[in-house]
């Protein structure tokens, strides 16, 4: 017989991939499950389901290595953070801890590279932790403007190239339409969507194709923007809000341009922005993490549930067919369970 996913345990790979998919994918936390498992009379304790996750992630620990390799050895990434409450051993009450995510998608370009996204989590916001995650890394980072991500820009030689998001200067000035007549940030929002007009035209075509007609339309428009948006500083007070919105975009103007030299890079950071949506979403339900080894297991399992979810698979069959076999697979086959194999060969329903 197949070695069980967890030794001498009594639950199949079935339940145990419900339990950590009812968790990391649908946010249900240990404790209502267990409270939907007595309505159904089965008596299942929390404690025991947390043996099982951290069991599961051990198990799993080298798939998801191989998993953030794959995420690291492309040359294109988008990276970001969230914040994680996350519980201070006895002292009753949570601290902040961050999850940052690193998206790997060349779709947009029409790469045939599986797409990927790994996760990491840290007990702070210290810059030490994107600078260990990315050290081997070399390429573009899409990113915010976190201040953390400066040190891999300035490095000599430089190791990693800047390319800013558009859609955090896009968010600056629709913030300030919910507050009343706001004619200079409307006209700024309608100069930004004539370029993502043209980026929505171009999605999924070769990068020659994409960098043509960026040079050919979106550059006079970057440029006019760039012109317009000096022009309106010199009239609005320096502390309104136009001010400091117009002052966010023109202090990252060159990083945010980087998209018109090059048909691999995109113009704004949303692919990181999508990975950490279910993360948001799960920190309604959750309320905060245990432990920070508990945000650490998080992270591992979200990179494999969301990298199942961009490629196209059902998350609770590809954990359920990765348990039913990682514990016999050698390893240094482990890469056949990435999802994207598993996906080619068939064997998640």
């Not at 089965?42 to 025991?48: D, Q």
């Not at 794959?70 to 990434?77: C, I, P, Q, Y």
């Not at 600056?172 to 100069?191: S, V, Y």
């Not at 923007?225 to 309106?232: E, I, N, P």
């Amino acid at each position: 017989m197949p070695s069980l996913p967890i030794e001498r345990g009594k639950p199949g790979l079935g339940l145990i991939a419900h339990v950590l998919t009812a968790k990391y994918c649908d946010h249900l936390p240990l404790y209502r499950q267990s409270e939907i498992y007595a309505r159904e009379g089965v008596e299942l304790a929390r404690s025991t389901m947390a043996d099982w996750v951290g069991k599961a992630s051990v198990l799993m620990a080298p798939l998801i290595e191989t998993l953030r390799a794959h995420v690291f050895a492309g040359n294109r990434l988008h990276g970001d953070d969230t914040p994680v409450p996350v519980l201070a051993p006895g002292k009753g009450k949570t601290k902040t801890g961050r999850l940052w995510t690193y998206v790997r998608d060349g779709r947009p370009y029409g790469s045939k590279t599986p797409p990927a996204v790994c996760y990491f989590y840290s007990p702070d916001r210290k810059g030490e932790h994107p600078t260990a995650h990315l050290k081997h890394f070399r390429g573009v980072l899409h990113a915010d403007g976190y201040a953390g991500f400066k040190e891999l820009y300035e490095a000599k030689p430089p190791k990693v190239l800047e390319a800013a998001c558009m859609a955090h200067v896009r968010r600056k000035f629709f913030d300030l339409t919910g507050n009343g007549p706001a004619p200079i940030a409307g006209e700024a929002l309608q100069r930004i969507g004539a370029l993502y007009d043209i980026e929505k035209a171009i999605r999924g075509t070769p990068p020659d194709e994409r960098l043509k007609l960026r040079q050919t339309k979106s550059k006079p428009m970057f440029e006019a923007l760039c012109h317009w948006l000096k022009a309106r500083l010199a009239e609005v007070s320096g502390k309104s809000g136009t001010a400091e919105a117009i002052r966010y975009a023109l202090n990252r103007w060159q990083a945010l341009g980087r998209f018109l030299e090059d048909g691999t890079i995109e113009i704004d950071n949303n692919a990181a922005e999508r990975s950490i949506r279910p993360i948001a979403l799960g920190r309604k339900n959750w309320l905060f993490a245990g432990s920070d080894k508990g945000g650490e297991r998080a992270a591992g399992i979200l990179s494999l549930i969301e990298t199942a979810k961009l490629n196209g698979l059902d998350p609770e069959a590809y954990l359920r067919d990765v348990l039913n076999r990682i514990a016999d697979h050698p390893i240094n086959r482990i890469g056949e369970l990435l999802p994207w194999n598993v996906a080619a060969k068939g064997c998640v329903q």
